[in-house]
């Protein structure tokens, strides 16, 4: 075999590696260690300038209470955001997130979680211009307060803002990171992953994947070429890009379209990775209205470029490609596990006897969902 392509070391530019397993009952009984031997098993996809972990059913003793990861660029930003968070929010544990010294890790920010719930009193202040006089639901509440904090408060970020779920990322190989941040010690029921090779934006804590919001959770392969009528587009109705990755703009699209527009992962996946104007004209009638209406009412949340994405929220995981399949993705089963990833080779390392396993085809989502939570 020529020798480039049997060298680990040679990286291959936009590769990045994304992985997902789920546990389709919803019982929190996936190691974090195999998560992180999926992940680290395509090490080859990135370059030690990012990777990240997203666990589902982690703080089960915590569920009821919102869940704040926040990296720290400088110790001065820490009473900013504290004193934002405490004339909003009851907290009811603040604490370091637990971490283990790596070192071949070079910079490290400050690293806490806080577990809240808003106070009773708070009527949902208005905090961006989108909603002005406008009565904001609590998840609507919770969004503006994250918006507000990485837009306005230098060196505090949110990463991770959900319940019962944690975002864990930054700067270094998989497997460094998943010791960082002590991965194999948390059992979840969902958990996704991301190993990457920054391109066109900068290595960064906050920049690596994957991205949260709420609930949602996202991890990217490729390449957002419509970044920038994306983040327009998601401008008008409250959500700001601040961590400068062009992935950011997925999970915003994700919470307006499912969340607040209420339509499924089904049309969400012909929204962003919509057929091309000649398929369309090649349809039935009745099915080439229904994507010409789609177009035209989402027209701005088209996804262009090349993407294999893994989208994840407390009761599903889903992947969906581009629509012409420019980045690898595969899905495969085995009695009630669901796994999504870059290569086969990365499921079969934590599950080598597989019932199913099949390459979805371009712009066609894997939707597992729990059957039972209880």
Sequence with gaps: M????????QHIPSGCGVTGMM????????????????????KERG??????YAGYGIYPDMKDYYCFHI??????????????????????LKEPIPTKKVKTLKY?????????????????PVLNVYHENTLLSLDDFIIDCVMYLNKNIDGAFVFSSGKNMGIFKGVGEPDEIGEFYRIDEYKAYIWIAHNRFPTNSVAWWGGAHPFGLLN?????NG?????????????????????????????????????????????????????FWSQID?????????????????????VNGPFAVIIATNDKMVGINDRVKLRPLVAAKKDDFLYIASEEAAIRTVCKNLDKVWMPKAGEPVIGEITNNG
Aim: net charge positive; proline share 3%; glycine share 6%.
């Design 216 to 220: 949602w959770s996202v991890v990217h």
């Design 223 to 275: 390449e957002i070429s419509s970044y920038g009528i994306n983040r327009r587009y998601l401008e008008n109705f409250g959500y700001y890009c601040t961590l400068f990755t062009d992935t950011e703009v997925v999970t915003y699209l994700v919470d307006f379209i499912v969340r607040k527009q209420k339509l499924s992962f089904d049309i969400f996946a012909k929204i962003i990775a919509a057929p």
């Design 108 to 124: 490290v920010p400050l690293l806490y979680r806080y577990f809240i719930l808003p106070k009773e009193s708070i009527s949902f």
């Design 282 to 302: 090649r349809m039935p009638e009745e099915e080439k209205n229904f994507y010409t209406k789609l177009r035209a009412i989402y027209g701005s949340a088209l």
């Design 23 to 42: 546990n389709l009952k919803g019982l929190s009984v996936i190691s974090g260690k195999d998560i992180v031997d999926s992940i680290t098993n395509m």
């Design 47 to 52: 370059n030690g300038l990012g990777s990240g």
């Design 71 to 92: 990296m720290y660029e400088k110790e001065s930003a820490i009473e900013t955001t504290e004193n934002f968070l405490k004339q909003r929010f009851d907290i009811k």
């Design 2 to 9: 020529n020798k480039l392509l049997n060298d680990k070391t």
